[in-house]
């Protein structure tokens, strides 16, 4: 059983909008760290966002300004919203749990932003 699904990816033109959402199953949410992780096509994963357990977020500088990450703690659920999409966005995006350094990751959902 999958522990954490993400949804919410799709094409979108740039300057767009997108909401991905993450499932988690099987972890004790609420105390986990959530992250959104993505990769380009050639390129490493990287961090996008992430929001501990007290709220506190961080964000790539690449994304500051333009996506928010937020939980709900009651749903078991992480989003991502993005705005104001650029095609260097495109990537499949991933959501992480992070609880003292025990991680899981999702399968990814692709976003691809065209010019």
């Known amino acids: 059983q999958e522990q954490l699904v993400e949804s919410g990816g799709g094409l979108v033109q740039a300057g767009g909008s997108l909401r991905l959402s993450c499932a988690a199953s099987r972890i004790i949410f609420h105390i986990n760290t959530m992250g959104w992780y993505r990769q380009a096509p050639g390129k490493e994963r990287e961090l996008v966002a992430t929001?501990?357990?007290?709220?506190?977020?961080n964000y790539a500088d690449s994304v500051k300004g333009r996506f928010t990450i937020s939980r709900d703690n009651a749903k078991r659920t992480v989003y991502l919203q993005m705005n104001s999409l650029k095609p260097e966005d495109t990537a499949v995006y991933y959501c992480?749990?992070?609880?003292?350094?025990?991680?899981?990751w999702g399968k990814g959902t692709l976003v691809t932003v065209s010019s």
């Open positions: 992480n749990s992070d609880l003292r350094g025990v991680r899981n």
């Open positions: 929001i501990t357990d007290g709220d506190m977020t």
